[in-house]
């Protein structure tokens, strides 16, 4: 069974709608671990060595945060640095990193509708565009890149039946790493 690391980069779960729906409707599947980053390091201060470990421990890893100025939020991106480090999460050689082979799962939220995200929209680009440091990240550390998660308009627009719906194939999602 592949062991799934949830690592939730969401200043406060607490004021959360979208992004605590998300990680509900999978807190309770056996193989998921769920990671809060702001509830386990309110100071910043990252155990980069603690945290290693999780990561060494899992075989799938969700980054689950909402989008921030087009980026992650910033303890996410602290975590980044102290976590993906050289010659552990990534080599300058080709020699398999730590992290090589691991499967790895973008999952945000937007404030705004989909349509926002398009080169038309007001954006005028992708989530995936706009987050494409996510995908050289991990293409870095050697990860099996999976299918960006993105559920939009959790600020405007979405529904009640929407977010339920989002929630049932975020668990289905991360469900089917347990086989």
């Known amino acids: 069974m592949s062991k799934v690391l949830l690592v939730v980069g ?10 605590a729906a998300l990680v509900d409707a999978v807190r309770e599947l056996a193989h998921v671990t769920v990671h809060d980053l702001y509830a386990t390091y309110p100071d910043f201060q990252v155990d980069a060595d603690a945290e290693r470990a999780l990561l060494a421990e899992h075989d799938v890893i969700v980054f689950q945060h909402p989008v921030f100025w087009y980026n992650t ?7 980044q640095d102290k976590v993906f480090t050289l010659d552990w999460a990534f080599t300058m050689d080709g020699s398999a990193s730590r992290l090589a082979g691991k499967k790895a799962v973008v999952a945000v939220t937007a404030g705004v509708p989909a349509d926002h995200y398009t080169p038309e929209g007001s954006n005028q680009a992708t989530l995936e565009t706009l987050l494409s440091n996510w995908h050289a990240t991990l293409r870095l550390c050697q990860f099996d890149i999976q299918p960006m998660v993105k559920l939009y308009g959790t600020a405007f627009g ?5 977010l339920a719906t989002a929630a049932k194939q975020y668990n289905e999602l991360l469900a089917s790493f347990a086989a």
């Open 10 to 19: 969401h200043p406060d779960l607490s004021r959360s709608k979208a992004n």
């Open 73 to 79: 939020t910033p303890l996410f991106k602290q975590w």
């Open 158 to 162: 979405l529904s009640e039946e929407d």
